[in-house]
């Protein structure tokens, strides 16, 4: 009976030190408690991702600004005249200017390409001129030198006398995807400077707007307000690459209606290189004419891909003829990159100079196969 009080006094006493252990011991536990929600409402706001929208675009606009020129292109009523009739009856009576309406003018955007001196613009800005005059950032001015231009991509490259310029790193426009932000920086309505925002609404997008067979139109489309004067300007990524060169607008109006085009910059690169170093550009030619693989396309051919090129024909002693493409055949990738377009296909082979070889993805009677081209000049 003693040995039983004994044990029922000591759990009694047991109990009183936990209690009183748990009472003095709350607060610090509800503390805790209050710390630990605190923390994880600090992780539910932690800062956003790379790939995130940024909450500002001052960054990338800074980098980008002093890299944006303006460019101002004429020709002089002189050489106007030579285009055209020499013996034309109004020009004896009123004159050259009511004629030809005097110097032809217009003005646009560059980009500068390298420290020393290069730059990017749209051949459409300066194809005309016969004097070229550019503006830095910092309002210097130079005249300029066209070291050549390329109406198949509609770009140009200028060159002017000065070292020590600033310039921008290259993104990948491969790797851009649908719904990145972007940023427009050129001169629109010769207002200098400006900076308009957007996100890519589309990839390879072919507006018809170049005209020739050999012309590549993969744009990346925008909707960044871009405006008469933009053209020839930059468009960079939220981090201030160099994304693309400003090119074109959908309008029927002649100003922004909600779509831009530029040209990507991994053809930009070719053919801005191209110029610079042999004056022309140096184009790869497959020798096929092609279009887009339809549904109606892929049932006729008892395909079960809806996406991809169709060859419909075959031209006489090209490249594809020597590799052995066939009309029918569909392509589907280039050099491992998948290809759901005939735009996207140029854009890739439009990359490349004669004597490279790319390897050609093709579905044939519903097998695949990859067929190497060695390309050829045009």
């Not at 995130?52 to 002189?78: E, G, L, N, R, Y």
């Not at 005309?128 to 198949?152: C, M, S």
């Not at 004067?229 to 309008?251: M, Q, Y």
């Not at 493409?325 to 890739?348: C, M």
Request: hydrophobic share 40%.
């Amino acid at each position: 009976m003693k040995r039983l009080f004994s044990l029922v006094f000591a759990g009694m006493v047991g109990g009183l030190f936990t209690l009183g252990g748990m009472y003095f011991l709350a607060p610090e536990q509800s503390l805790a408690l209050r710390q630990q929600h605190h923390a994880e409402l600090v992780n539910v706001n932690a800062s956003a991702g790379l790939n995130a929208v940024p909450f500002d675009f001052k960054s990338a606009a800074k980098k980008a600004m002093p890299v944006v020129v303006h460019i101002k292109a004429s020709q002089t009523a002189s050489a106007n005249r030579q285009n055209g009739d020499e013996n034309d009856f109004f020009r004896n009576f009123f004159g050259d200017e009511w004629l030809y309406g005097g110097p032809q003018q217009g003005t646009g955007s560059g980009v500068i390409y390298s420290k020393d001196g290069y730059i990017i613009t749209n051949n459409h800005v300066v194809d005309f001129a016969d004097n070229v005059e550019v503006t830095l950032y910092d309002n210097r001015t130079f005249q300029a030198k066209v070291i050549g231009t390329d109406a198949t991509t509609d770009l140009a490259v200028l060159k002017i006398e000065s070292d020590n310029l600033p310039v921008l790193d290259i993104a990948n426009s491969d790797q851009a995807e649908v719904g990145e932000w972007v940023l427009a920086v050129g001169n629109p309505f010769d207002l200098t400077s400006t900076v308009t925002a957007g996100i890519i609404s589309a990839k390879a997008r072919d507006i018809n707007i170049l005209k020739g067979k050999k012309s590549i139109e993969s744009f990346i489309q925008t909707d960044a307000a871009v405006n008469p004067g933009n053209s020839g300007g930059a468009l960079i990524d939220a981090e201030g690459r160099l994304l693309g060169i400003n090119s074109a607008i959908a309008t029927q109006t002649g100003s922004f209606a909600g779509y831009s085009f530029a040209i990507p910059i991994e053809i930009v690169t070719k053919v801005v290189d191209d110029l610079i170093q042999y004056g022309e550009t140096q184009r790869g030619l497959i020798g096929i004419d092609i279009t887009d693989l339809d549904s109606e396309q892929a049932e006729e051919l008892g395909l079960s891909i809806n996406q991809g090129v169709v060859i419909v024909g075959v031209m006489d002693g090209t490249a594809g003829q020597f590799a052995g493409l066939l009309p029918d055949d569909v392509i589907t990738e280039v050099d491992g990159k998948e290809v759901k377009s005939a735009p996207e296909l140029q854009g890739l082979v439009g990359r490349k100079r004669p004597g490279d070889v790319v390897n050609l993805t093709i579905t044939r009677n519903g097998e695949k196969q990859i067929i190497p081209v060695r390309l050829k000049a045009g």
